[in-house]
């Protein structure tokens, strides 16, 4: 089987240019969950779909992200401006269903630098 | 925010010998899962331990799970260098369906 799918693997450009990462979950899979790693702050959820539906969006650091899922087979997120502060790696990851029992298969990730 | 705390931070071992690394939460949960992530990749899953277990085995791994003291463990016996990787916990808090990961154990196996 497949995995979770990520691209682009890197991703270097300058501040203030539009970003986006891409994700084709695992098919079958009815959630999707996009997450930012940094030495400093560690693996934080941005954001989580259910069904496509977006379930809770807490973790967007602010309105310059943004997440959608317009199928149940690609998601996107998207950084508008993009900032230096904004580097790190995502990743996205799905499971059957957000229930607590599920276990969450990750992507490779993309590496965002902003230069 | 993080929910789940692992201890130590690092952990260098020697082939062979045995790696513990322990995790602690804050709030009341329904499992806990332990998570691999060798460098440059993507998290993998390893084992999932509900709240109403002790203990659970998956091959050379032992999860311990204390919801008296809100604290797991993760035991790997007869470690080898391709165990070298970060761990990490992931908790789901009672009343959300979404997981919330720890900083993580950086695990080295010397051969």
């Known amino acids: 089987d497949a995995g979770v799918i990520q691209s682009p693997r890197h991703e270097v450009t300058e501040m203030g240019q539009e970003v986006t990462l891409r994700c084709k979950p695992i098919s079958g899979h009815n959630s999707l969950f996009w997450y930012r790693q940094t030495m400093m702050r560690g693996l934080e959820l941005l954001i989580y779909?259910?069904?496509?539906?977006?379930?809770?969006d807490s973790g967007m650091p602010e309105d310059r992200f943004s997440a959608k899922m317009p199928n149940a087979s690609f998601s996107t997120l998207k950084i508008q401006p993009s900032e230096p502060r904004d580097s790190a790696v995502y990743f996205c990851a799905s499971s059957t269903h957000s229930g607590p029992n599920q276990p969450q298969h990750f992507g490779d990730g993309t590496r965002l630098s902003i230069l | 925010s993080q929910q789940g705390e692992e201890d130590p931070q690092a952990l260098s071992i020697q082939e062979g010998e045995n790696a513990t690394m322990n995790c602690s939460y804050k709030t009341s949960i329904n499992n806990l899962q332990w998570y691999r992530q060798n460098s440059g990749r993507g998290l993998v899953h390893l084992i999932l331990?509900?709240?109403?277990?002790r203990e659970k085995h998956s091959g050379r791994l032992r999860v311990t799970l204390d919801t008296s003291k809100k604290s797991s463990s993760l035991l790997i016996t007869a470690s080898r260098a391709a165990d070298t990787a970060s761990y990490f916990c992931a908790t789901d808090a009672h009343n959300n369906n979404d997981m919330r990961f720890g900083a993580g154990t950086r695990l080295t196996v010397k051969p």
């Open positions: 779909f259910n069904n496509n539906v977006p379930i809770d």
């Open positions: 331990i509900r709240s109403n277990e």
